[in-house]
């Protein structure tokens, strides 16, 4: 992900809207400012909410694949075609290429079902303290000016709040220490999002992108800390398995499952404060030192 390019006067529902250009293409605006590599969530979200405007209004998204394939251009309009491919007697399936200059930048796959009842359980448990009892940015990092400077940088430009119940991977490779596979943040839009389904699952795959491959960071933050990493996501998907408003506090729990071969493997899930699981997450991208070939 790249947030140079966010600009924090904005919702996140306002960064996602699109413009309909044709039964099944869309446009999402450019943005002001010097050209910036996009911002991966942003890319992915569109995308969610491009598809779902294709997809029968009771059938909600239930998953998501994606791949990244080139960077994208912050100054350059992103055209999102829709392919309906089918649409059965629960499920409905759609295709998206989000395209710039001619160029196909990121895919997904996703999925659409009409709800239904079954067989109900989760293993996931919230077992970390709330938001209200979890120190602020300030407290938190108190005796880490650093690690204070990029996280609030990050947070305002993503019109985001975040509160940690331990330190982020980043916050301990800034102090040339390693830290565990596990980082944990709760996460709201500080600006409120639509009631509608659909544009809270986009805002959701849009929040989802946020720290999730730098999980897989945590025990190498010593051997890095004089080197700078190539990080880039690869593919990302998201499961959605319960409705979630994103403009409140929902934890996402992180673990970085895997590192090597100059890519790294990281597993999320959502739950909301109730302990609910409201959605899994995987994403595997590039990690590795600029000086390695």
């Given amino acids: 992900m790249t947030l140079e390019s966010v600009r924090p006067a904005e919702s996140v529902a306002d960064r996602l809207a699109l413009e309909r250009v044709g ?3 869309f446009r999402g605006r450019a943005h002001d400012g010097p050209a910036r590599r996009s911002y991966g969530g942003e890319v992915a979200g569109q995308a969610v909410l491009a598809a779902g405007l294709t997809a029968p209004a009771d059938r909600p998204i239930h998953s998501a694949q994606t791949y990244f394939l080139l960077p994208g251009d912050t100054t350059v309009p992103t055209e999102f075609v829709v392919e309906p491919v089918r649409d059965g007697g629960s499920f409905s399936t759609r295709r998206v290429e989000a395209i710039q200059n001619g160029r196909v930048i990121f895919t997904m796959l996703a999925s659409f079902h009409r709800p239904e009842d079954g067989l109900a359980h989760q293993v996931a448990a919230l077992d ?11 407290e938190a990092f108190g005796e880490n000016p650093e ?5 609030t ?10 509160r940690f119940p331990d330190p982020p991977a980043r916050a301990h490779a800034m102090r040339g220490a390693a830290s565990g596979t596990r980082q944990r943040v709760w996460l709201r839009t500080r ?3 639509p009631d509608t ?3 809270q699952a986009a805002c959701l795959m849009y929040l989802s992108d946020l720290l999730l491959l730098s999980a897989t960071t945590g025990p190498h933050g010593a051997a890095l800390r004089d080197r700078e990493l190539q990080v880039a996501t690869v593919n990302h998907s998201i499961w959605f398995h319960a409705p979630l408003r994103v403009d409140e506090w929902f934890l996402h729990d992180q673990h970085g499952r895997w590192a090597g071969g100059g890519r790294g493997l990281a597993h999320g899930e959502i739950l909301d404060r109730a302990g609910r699981l409201c959605a899994t997450t995987m994403q595997e991208g590039l990690i590795r030192p600029r000086t390695s070939r």
């Fill in 147 to 151: 690690a204070l400077r990029w996280t």
């Fill in 153 to 162: 940088t990050f947070l305002d430009a993503l019109g985001v709040d975040a």
């Fill in 191 to 193: 600006v409120p999002v």
């Fill in 23 to 25: 039964d099944h293409r």
């Fill in 128 to 138: 970390t303290p709330g938001p209200d009892e979890v120190p602020d940015l300030a």
């Fill in 197 to 199: 389904g659909l544009e």
